[in-house]
């Protein structure tokens, strides 16, 4: 079993950055791969990355390309998405989600709340 709270969202102004957490708690030994997706209203929700435990990162949200950072602390049990210039666009509800091998982060088994950033104009 894996918790995921997500925090870190808000309101910015276009061109402003945010830094998203996800603090995860897990019951087992098993380690587990950290993925970002984003629903924004009236559409479909969408992968941005994913990164295992050891690193490595799988990337997936073209739109997004060079604007964002993912990384990890496990000693934290927090991973992190870092978005750079953000845009109106990128408003949407972000949610951090579990699996516990980076081949299987598109459909993950452990999904967080999410957090709500808006971008402003």
């Known amino acids: 079993q894996l918790q995921l709270v997500e925090s870190g969202g808000g309101l910015v102004q276009s061109g402003g950055s945010l830094r998203l957490s996800c603090t995860f708690s897990?019951?087992?030994?098993?380690?587990?791969?950290i993925g970002w997706f984003r629903q924004a209203p009236g559409k479909e929700r969408e992968g941005i990355s994913c990164?295992?435990?050891?690193?490595?990162?799988?990337h997936w949200l073209d739109s997004m390309k060079d604007r964002y950072d993912i990384s990890r602390d496990n000693s934290k049990n927090t991973a992190y998405l870092e978005i750079n210039n953000l845009k109106p666009e990128d408003t949407a509800v972000y949610f951090c989600?579990?699996?516990?091998?980076?081949?299987?982060?598109?459909?993950?088994?452990?999904w967080g709340q999410g957090t709500q950033v808006t971008v402003s104009s």
């Open positions: 989600a579990a699996h516990r091998v980076i081949t299987g982060c598109q459909t993950p088994l452990y």
């Open positions: 990164i295992s435990w050891s690193g490595y990162t799988l």
């Open positions: 897990k019951s087992t030994d098993d380690n587990f791969a």
